[in-house]
């Protein structure tokens, strides 16, 4: 363990570390964002946006033409914000905000390629394009809403199509970004807690599945190759997510510990226990170009 983050009054909802896995943007339901310092612990910046209720989700991106860090959170209201640090100053500023989606925004997925957020919310999903500016522009024109929870929503194709995963009709459904089109709709045996997209040494998809936790499908084919055994009580969804170059697979829990999984092998590596000992639902990793090192 290297830092216990102290900073917000209940439990968390959402995490995120930056493209160089120098920085932790979190939140909960205090309404509150905190930028932490990986390396020391420390919590450089606290951004109040309670007039929006609950933050319910985080993305790091990158604008065009610059090297600094920004990010973008979604609110309860469906409301998205985009924040961007300056040249050579410490704290990020408020840039930009559009109200997308009549609900909860309930995941977000950048592509640095073509510079694009996706996201989803109780009705359908959108597209848009990140200007240098930090403006927002809606390339997506779907109407067609879906009377289902969507759990998450992720690129493929090299930022020209998305996949969105629905909870209750066990449904992932990807849809071409132009022209915005459905190209094909498959479901799982299971529901859909939450999923993550992995695409290093082939493309994958892992979902936890709210039973024995985590699967492993082959994307797009979804024909699943592996289950990872991490039981929950509570049926609660939890977050998966992947490091080390897809080789770990991190979950969530409702025993107060995280897991951390070999991909190849499907064995347990390490127990992550969490001070509190109460339901772990946020997880997050990433693997810093600049040391080398793995941050969950």
């Given at each position: 363990?290297?830092?216990?983050?102290?900073?917000?009054?209940?439990?968390?909802?959402?995490?995120?570390?930056?493209?160089?896995?120098?920085?932790l943007s979190s939140s909960n339901n205090d309404t509150f964002v905190i930028i932490w310092n990986i390396k020391t612990g420390e919590a450089v910046q606290k951004i109040n946006k309670a007039?929006?209720?609950?933050?319910?989700?985080?993305?790091?991106?990158?604008?065009?033409?610059?090297?600094?860090?920004?990010?973008?959170?979604?609110?309860?209201?469906?409301?998205?914000?985009?924040?961007?640090?300056?040249?050579?100053?410490?704290?990020?500023?408020?840039?930009?905000?559009?109200?997308?989606?009549?609900?909860?925004?309930?995941?977000?997925?950048?592509?640095?390629?073509?510079?694009?957020?996706?996201?989803?919310?109780?009705?359908?999903?959108?597209?848009?394009?990140?200007?240098?500016?930090?403006?927002?522009?809606?390339?997506?024109?779907?109407?067609?809403?879906?009377?289902?929870?969507?759990?998450?929503?992720?690129?493929?194709?090299?930022?020209?199509?998305?996949?969105?995963?629905?909870?209750?009709?066990?449904?992932?459904?990807?849809?071409?970004?132009?022209?915005?089109?459905?190209?094909?709709?498959?479901?799982?045996?299971?529901?859909?807690?939450?999923?993550?997209?992995?695409?290093?040494?082939?493309?994958?998809?892992?979902?936890?599945?709210?039973?024995?936790?985590?699967?492993?499908?082959?994307?797009?084919?979804?024909?699943?190759?592996?289950?990872?055994?991490?039981?929950?009580?509570?049926?609660?969804?939890?977050?998966?997510?992947?490091?080390?170059?897809?080789?770990?697979?991190?979950?969530?829990?409702?025993?107060?510990?995280?897991?951390?999984?070999?991909?190849?092998?499907?064995?347990?590596?390490?127990?992550?226990?969490?001070?509190?000992?109460?339901?772990?639902?946020?997880?997050?990793?990433?693997?810093?170009?600049?040391?080398?090192?793995?941050?969950?």
């Amino acid at each position: 363990l290297c830092h216990e983050l102290a900073g917000h009054s209940a439990g968390i909802e959402c995490m995120a570390i930056s493209m160089d896995g120098l920085t932790l943007s979190s939140s909960n339901n205090d309404t509150f964002v905190i930028i932490w310092n990986i390396k020391t612990g420390e919590a450089v910046q606290k951004i109040n946006k309670a007039y929006h209720v609950v933050i319910s989700s985080i993305v790091w991106i990158v604008l065009n033409d610059s090297t600094e860090p920004a990010f973008v959170f979604g609110c309860a209201d469906g409301s998205l914000h985009l924040y961007k640090k300056q040249t050579c100053q410490r704290m990020f500023e408020f840039i930009a905000m559009e109200t997308c989606h009549n609900s909860a925004v309930e995941s977000l997925a950048f592509n640095p390629i073509h510079c694009r957020l996706a996201s989803i919310g109780g009705d359908f999903p959108q597209v848009w394009k990140l200007t240098a500016a930090g403006t927002m522009a809606l390339i997506s024109n779907s109407t067609e809403q879906k009377p289902l929870v969507a759990r998450n929503i992720f690129f493929c194709d090299d930022g020209a199509s998305i996949v969105v995963c629905y909870l209750e009709s066990q449904e992932l459904m990807c849809l071409s970004i132009e022209p915005w089109a459905v190209k094909w709709s498959k479901t799982i045996p299971t529901r859909i807690g939450n999923a993550c997209f992995c695409s290093n040494d082939g493309s994958y998809i892992y979902i936890a599945n709210l039973t024995n936790i985590v699967d492993q499908y082959k994307f797009p084919t979804l024909e699943r190759v592996q289950s990872f055994p991490h039981a929950i009580e509570i049926k609660r969804p939890v977050q998966v997510s992947t490091t080390a170059l897809g080789a770990w697979v991190v979950a969530g829990g409702d025993a107060g510990f995280a897991c951390i999984f070999d991909r190849r092998t499907g064995q347990l590596v390490q127990r992550l226990d969490h001070s509190k000992c109460e339901y772990i639902y946020t997880c997050c990793t990433v693997i810093s170009a600049l040391s080398d090192s793995c941050s969950t």
